[in-house]
């Protein structure tokens, strides 16, 4: 069973409820119905009393029978009666009724009919290149490298040889722009580098304002899904190539001297919006897909729907010149993680790392920590009914510049809202 803190009954599937209750099948009606974040009405067979065990606790609480098959969630109502240590609760996996992607014959096939995709290196977009529009009166800025930790040297300048050698950037003896570079280390310890433009070209450049998608129109889209493909496209933005003009306002500064960039890069404001435009002009009409900036989520309300889809947008990708990185993509899962929500054909669920981070989070003592707590549960709005009203009093606070020391009711409210 699952903890699932954005479901307010707890339910078990039909096929579960006749593993565990066998030909006991006596079923209450129950007057209230059930749907989904988007709106979907779930199939309810009735409901039933169970006694639940857990820990020196014994508890008689109902659990809701719904139709099909589907992992069993524990939902609000059971969590507010069970004690429940926090600390020592883990996220359990549960089996997919699904055939492992690997061993699925007809992906497998699919997915060998465009190797081109899946190859090794970046890609490149053919037939387009990305301008950055800079203001004609604009003065150029010229910032010196700075000094970048002595342990991270070596994986710049091996970042560094690499871009170039791929040909992401070429090296310069003279540029009157000039930006510092950012590094970033990613989780498998190599480095990422990043120009900080936000000192140079973001303050003179026009914002593509090009709109992203908002989370609730790609979870309408994915709604009623079977199964999920979620596509990474290989180093992103740099498989657009930059026109000639624009390559200059992006050169970086490093302790190897002046790079400038040939391909989009990230940092540059403008970026996010070229990117989306062009990913929706490659993939639009295909149904049940989203894009959103570098990724790629598809669904279908049968397999073979799924993969229809799935075969449309890889035989796009391949005309494109565009490449996607085979290791970070995920096809036909029961669910995917996406923005900080979990999505399965029953809806949308907050991430269960997330919710331990607002349960255990401790009382903010003042403007700041109260201003991140209240971000985080605001988050997760969608989960919490009347959440306005019931945060009007933390509101209160931080219009009256409280130094944090709450009284004891707004100390009681902060309990309350871990509840949820």
């Not at 589907?70 to 969590?79: E, I």
């Not at 970033?184 to 003179?204: A, E, H, L, M, W």
Request: glycine share 6%; hydrophobic share 35%; proline share 5%.
């Amino acid at each position: 069973m699952e903890i699932d803190t954005g479901a307010s009954v707890s339910v078990i599937s039909q096929e579960t409820c006749k593993q565990v209750f066998g030909s006991d099948n006596s079923l209450e009606k129950s007057p209230c119905s059930l749907r989904t974040y988007t709106g979907e009405k779930i199939d309810m067979l009735g409901k039933r009393n169970v006694t639940v065990i857990y820990n020196s606790q014994s508890v008689d609480l109902p659990i809701t029978v719904v139709k099909g098959t589907g992992p069993s969630l524990m939902g609000r109502d059971w969590l507010l009666k069970l004690q429940l240590n926090w600390k020592s609760i883990f996220k359990i996996e549960q089996l997919s009724h699904n055939q492992e992607p690997e061993k699925d014959k007809e992906l497998q096939d699919l997915l060998r009919k465009y190797p081109q995709v899946f190859k090794e290196g970046i890609g490149t977009l053919k037939g387009t290149k990305a301008r950055i529009y800079v203001d004609k009166d604009a003065t150029p800025k010229y910032f010196k490298a700075r000094l970048v930790p002595y342990a991270l040297k070596e994986k710049i300048e091996k970042e560094l040889d690499r871009l170039e050698k791929g040909g992401n950037i070429e090296k310069v003896e003279f540029s009157e722009w000039a930006a510092p570079i950012v590094p970033i280390v990613k989780p498998d310890k190599s480095v990422r580098i990043c120009g900080d433009y936000k000192v140079t070209i973001n303050q003179v450049s026009k914002l593509d304002n090009y709109p992203i998608p908002k989370t609730d129109d790609l979870y309408a889209t994915l709604s009623g899904g079977q199964a999920f493909s979620k596509l990474d496209l290989s180093q992103a933005y740099q498989q657009i190539v930059l026109d000639e003009e624009s390559r200059k306002y992006v050169t970086i500064n490093t302790h190897k001297g002046l790079y400038q960039y040939n391909r989009l890069p990230f940092g540059v404001s403008s970026a996010p919006g070229i990117f989306q435009r062009t990913m929706e002009n490659l993939l639009q009409g295909i149904p049940r897909v989203v894009v959103r900036v570098d990724d790629i989520l598809i669904t279908g309300s049968s397999k073979s729907e799924h993969l229809n889809n799935l075969e449309t947008v890889l035989g796009k990708i391949q005309e494109s010149g565009m490449r996607l990185n085979k290791d970070k993509c995920v096809f036909l899962a029961p669910e995917v993680v996406y923005l900080g929500h979990r999505i399965d054909q029953y809806g949308i669920y907050p991430v269960e790392s997330k919710v331990k981070a607002i349960t255990e989070a401790p009382e903010p003592k003042n403007v700041t920590e109260l201003k991140s707590y209240l971000g985080m549960l605001n988050y997760y709005n969608r989960f919490l009914p009347d959440l306005s009203s019931k945060l009007a009093p933390l509101h209160e606070l931080l219009k009256r510049k409280n130094n944090g020391n709450g009284t004891n009711h707004n100390k009681r409210l902060l309990n309350y809202q871990k509840l949820y």
